[in-house]
């Protein structure tokens, strides 16, 4: 069965970098594009990044460009999230999800959460 | 950026009644719309995508319709794993967009 399982997550001051990593297992990971999708405590789900099945392209929301790096290690059946100069908006459970077709998130992991505080 | 808004925000319902939940893109998505339901402390799960198709293993008490700018869920027979928050999502073009959510809860 398809299985997602993010970890990374924590308390990290605002400035500061983590990364997030989701691994992936059940089905053929080399041939899925993937996603990152936020939520923030008591609010609704925001789009954070998307990346292809080989990881040549790649998406992000104007709230992370240039901040965020989404990759991948299809030898690993890993997915990253490489989150760079935190703030404390960025705050919120980290899911990794299956794109599946037309654009779809078909399996969502349970969820990481990063705390952006001082 | 595609804005997407969902009305009611919240909707009260006992078990057995139906509900119609209605999600409006500003611009034409086509059929790119897809709708989840979250329960509490739990991830997201798809229930349709592309508009009107059930997703496997979904209830068929679950139903889509709407094109271009104008969607609506439907849930007939309400049962009491259904009381949770329920998000639209256009994917037509990047950034992909959620609706902000409507709340369905036990009246």
């Known amino acids: 069965q398809v299985q997602l399982v993010e970890s990374g997550g924590g308390v990290v001051q605002p400035g500061r970098s983590l990364r997030l990593s989701c691994a992936a297992s059940g089905f053929t990971f080399s041939s899925y594009g993937m996603h990152w999708v936020r939520q923030a405590p008591g609010k609704g789900l925001e789009w954070v990044a998307i990346i292809s099945y080989d990881g040549s392209n790649k998406y992000y929301a104007d709230s992370v460009k240039g901040r965020f790096t989404i990759s991948r290690d299809n030898s690993k059946n890993v997915l990253y999230l490489h989150m760079n100069s935190l703030r404390t908006e960025d705050t919120a459970v980290y899911f990794c999800a299956r794109l599946m077709i037309q654009g779809v998130f078909d399996y969502w992991g349970q969820g990481t959460l990063v705390t952006v505080s001082s | 950026d595609t804005q997407v808004t969902q009305s009611p925000s919240s909707l009260s319902a006992s078990v057995g009644d139906s509900v119609t939940i209605t999600c409006r893109a500003s611009r034409m998505v086509y059929r790119y719309l897809h709708w989840y339901r979250q329960k509490p402390g739990r991830s997201p799960e798809l229930l349709i995508y592309g508009t009107s198709n059930l997703q496997s293993g979904v209830s068929s008490r679950f139903s889509g319709s709407g094109s271009g700018t104008d969607f609506t869920l439907t849930i007939t027979s309400l049962q009491p794993e259904d009381f949770a928050t329920y998000y639209c999502?256009?994917?037509?073009?990047?950034?992909?967009?959620f609706g902000p959510g409507t709340k369905l809860q036990i009246k």
């Open positions: 999502q256009q994917s037509y073009i990047v950034p992909y967009t």
